[in-house]
């Protein structure tokens, strides 16, 4: 596709349960990225693949969360045990070269 | 540590007038400089980008000026418009591979 899909649009999630997230990337894109943009607008990089490879996982609370990329199948991030601060928007983002296309992201509620 | 500092923080223009957004870096090994446009409820969107070889990028109505020395760039609008009322990030990354840095937003509030 033209632009990089994330599903759901909205998750709410009680404090302890787990999160999934979804990212199809733009087709063709080597890179992809997540971010977590908290509410103050600042935005967290998380991790990036090359391929179905982890690229920089520098970003990642590594206890709870984690991510994949397999190929023929959308890109996930998943996070265990969620904990009220995880609520934030989290983006995905693509691209082949500099520029990185984003995803309309998944707003995450944690409660 | 914020890699990317901005300001200001939001800021208030007559349609019509120039809207000027600053940042600073420190990491010298940034090569890659986007601004992006968000609008509420929406993804970070790519307005225009520059790389440290060139002082100065126009797009139309935007245009980036870069400081390599100073370690600065700023956004400037020309002709501001009411659409344009957004929040802006700029960011920076050291190659196109690698993750963006952003800076902190700016809240840019057009009036008619």
């Known amino acids: 596709g033209e632009e990089v899909a994330q599903t759901p649009k909205h998750l709410v999630r009680g404090e302890g349960q787990k999160a999934k997230l979804y990212c199809a990337p733009i087709?063709?894109?080597?890179?992809v990225f997540w971010y977590q943009q908290v509410l103050k607008n600042e935005f967290k990089f998380l991790i990036s693949f090359q391929n179905e490879n982890v690229f920089d996982e520098t970003g990642m609370p590594k206890e709870r969360f984690s991510a994949k990329c397999l190929p023929n199948s959308p890109c996930s991030l998943e996070i265990q045990a969620t904990k009220l601060e995880d609520s934030a928007v989290y983006f995905c983002?693509?691209?082949?070269?500099?520029?990185?296309?984003f995803g309309p992201g998944t707003r995450l509620t944690v409660l | 540590q914020q890699q990317v500092k901005q300001s200001p923080q939001s800021l208030i223009v007559q349609k019509g007038g120039i809207s000027i957004i600053n940042c600073a870096y420190e990491n010298t090994a940034f090569d890659y400089f986007p601004w992006y446009q968000q609008f509420p409820g929406k993804g970070p969107a790519l307005l225009i980008a520059i790389r440290p070889d060139v002082s100065e990028k126009k797009e139309g109505r935007f245009t980036i000026s870069f400081n390599k020395s100073a370690k600065q760039f700023s956004l400037h609008i020309m002709d501001s418009q009411p659409g344009d009322s957004a929040t802006y990030f700029c960011?920076?990354?050291?190659?196109?591979?690698?993750?963006?840095?952003f800076g902190t937003g700016t809240r840019l509030t057009v009036i008619p």
């Open positions: 983002a693509s691209s082949q070269g500099d520029t990185q296309y």
């Open positions: 960011a920076a990354s050291k190659n196109g591979a690698n993750n963006l840095f």
């Open positions: 087709k063709g894109h080597s890179y």
